[in-house]
């Protein structure tokens, strides 16, 4: 097997090399966005009305709860169907290195190019959740160095750093960056990081925007804080920014340069709607720096991207059919999507703020949140407020995470003005929310 790895790497690099070449200089294909992506104008309702019939998804209900996992476009649907009808006619001819790098190499090189960055760096893996435990799992930290992270922080970070310090002993050093989640400042975290920040930290871990309050972290503003204080550290005691992109990705309208971090890691299959257990680890260094890696890669292990996506035998027509998903968001524009669901959450913000017991929990700001609604009904229970609504064909969430049990909701592009209207009537008639003046 290795000398047919060694002989592949040679012959195989020049063959994926002008796959992405015709990859990235790609026309982009139409489908049904076409009413988008074929205009400078601003986008219609009508547009994304277009958008939403991409996906096969139950018309009869409101879905707010994308964040959690979501429907496929069509370009997406069919291609993963394309990928899996070769596997079955011909399995081991597709399992052919050649055609695993040519595939692999496609969905990377489109990941690249939604972020703006080169190919090499950037590694596939299955969710948030792995990338995260690559990454904590595989950095190099010396001893008396710790991490520094917040009680904010996913569960699937708290246990990746956890394992981590049962295993060899490294410090976590946990800490609040806020008092009140929805009236929170930039300033109010920058000043709590900077204050937290030693000379024994070796490791920022930190969320783009947190899934137990919405708020949009000011990642940039930190990454340049860490920059600052690398300027007067050696390679050696360098800080190692790392984020947890994953309710950022497909929202916001950034380039990976834009985040100022070092490593970012983020699941595909919520905002961007890539097929499920697909994900991606950016790094800013497009070979191996400071991290071992925890899995033998079946690729090139040439670059970054080909050493730290896992090997193994995977769903390969999800894997493969990654590509489209970032193709699908480059048709509609970044800038069109940030537009459209920030424009949705400050909607549905304004219609709660009038219905009487509810709190909204997530700021007000675009600057300080995404796309993120999450609020509270007074003296109710988030559970009774969920189960409410999906006896009302509308799908939401309840949890009970660092700032306490709140309703999740998430606007965007499967959604339209009057569905968020109607949602906001359904609690202001809700049985549990009929008080007298």
Avoid at 138 to 154: M, N
Avoid at 405 to 421: E, K
């Amino acid at each position: 097997m290795d000398d047919r790895r060694s002989f592949l790497k040679k012959a195989g690099l020049l063959a994926a090399g002008l796959q992405l070449q015709g990859c990235v200089s790609a026309t982009a294909r139409t489908d049904g966005a076409a009413a988008i992506t074929g205009s400078t104008r601003p986008a219609t309702p009508d547009d994304w009305q277009q958008v939403r019939g991409q996906f096969n998804i139950d018309t009869d209900w409101t879905h707010l709860a994308g964040f959690l996992i979501t429907s496929h476009p069509r370009m997406v649907r069919d291609d993963i169907a394309a990928h899996r009808d070769r596997i079955d006619r011909n399995p081991a001819e597709e399992m052919d290195y050649l055609n695993i790098w040519r595939h692999e190499d496609d969905s990377r090189a489109w990941a690249a190019r939604y972020l703006g960055v080169q190919t090499p760096q950037i590694a596939l893996t299955g969710s948030t959740t792995e990338g995260i435990g690559l990454i904590y799992n595989g950095l190099v930290i010396h001893p008396g160095q710790e991490v520094l992270t917040s009680e904010h922080e996913h569960y699937a970070t708290k246990g990746a750093l956890s394992f981590r310090a049962e295993r060899d002993g490294t410090r976590i050093k946990t800490i609040r960056l806020f008092k009140d989640p929805h009236t929170v400042t930039a300033d109010e975290v920058l000043d709590t990081l900077s204050r937290n920040i030693s000379a024994k930290t070796r490791v920022l871990a930190m969320t783009w925007v947190h899934s137990g309050s919405g708020i949009k972290m000011p990642i940039a503003e930190i990454g340049k804080l860490v920059d600052e204080r690398n300027r007067s550290r050696g390679e050696k005691d360098r800080i190692i920014f790392c984020v947890d992109g994953v309710h950022g990705f497909g929202v916001e309208n950034v380039n990976f340069a834009d985040l100022n971090c070092d490593y970012f890691m983020a699941g595909t299959h919520k905002w961007i709607f890539g097929p499920r257990g697909t994900g991606i680890i950016c790094s800013r260094n497009p070979q191996v720096q400071d991290l071992i890696p925890t899995f033998e890669s079946f690729s090139a292990s040439e670059d970054f991207g080909t050493t730290m996506t896992p090997g193994g035998y995977h769903a390969f027509e999800h894997q493969w059919a990654l590509r489209k998903a970032f193709e699908f968001h480059l048709q509609l524009g970044k800038d069109r999507v940030a537009t459209r669901i920030h424009q949705l959450n400050s909607e549905f913000k304004e219609h709660l703020q009038q219905v009487r017991g509810v709190q909204l929990v997530t700021p007000a700001s675009t600057e300080l949140s995404a796309g993120f609604t999450f609020f509270r009904v007074k003296d109710v229970a988030p559970e009774t407020v969920a189960h409410y609504l999906k006896a009302n064909k509308v799908i939401a969430d309840a949890t009970d995470r660092d700032v306490g049990p709140l309703v999740r909701t998430a606007p965007g592009l499967l959604n339209d003005s009057a569905q968020l209207q109607r949602v906001a009537r359904l609690l202001a008639e809700a049985p549990f929310n009929r008080r007298t003046a």
